[in-house]
């Protein structure tokens, strides 16, 4: 059964700083380009932050860009995504994603974690 179980998400002040982790389970993790996703109240879910299988390239949205740095450890099968300098439009459900995909690019199986909520907010 696959599972992924995000964590760390919570309440924090602007300029803060959080710290999200997903355990994947169930399949071949060091396969899989995992990424961070999130979604805001009435807003279409955004890619955040991707890594690809090895951990050899990240890709980061624009406005994330500088703060935020996604990392994995493939024996431990976790995805981290660390958040400094908050903002409050950082505000919204970060959800993990693991996507396996071919040499041509193409998502040939997908995989979604249940969300955590991040809110930054004084």
């Known amino acids: 059964q696959v599972q992924l179980v995000e964590s760390g998400g919570g309440l924090v002040q602007p300029g803060g700083s959080l710290r999200l982790s997903c355990v994947a389970s169930g399949f071949t993790f060091r396969t899989y380009t995992m990424s961070w996703y999130r979604q805001a109240p009435g807003k279409e879910r955004e890619l955040v932050a991707t890594?690809?299988?090895?951990?050899?390239?990240?890709n980061y949205a624009d406005s994330v860009k500088g703060r935020f740095t996604i990392s994995r450890d493939n024996a431990k099968n976790t995805v981290v995504l660390q958040m400094n300098s908050l903002k409050p439009e950082d505000t919204a459900v970060y959800f993990c994603?693991?996507?396996?995909?071919?040499?041509?690019?193409?998502?040939?199986?997908?995989?979604w974690g249940q969300g955590t909520q991040v809110t930054v907010s004084s």
């Open positions: 890594i690809t299988s090895a951990g050899s390239n990240s």
């Open positions: 994603n693991a996507d396996r995909v071919t040499y041509s690019h193409v998502v040939i199986k997908r995989y």
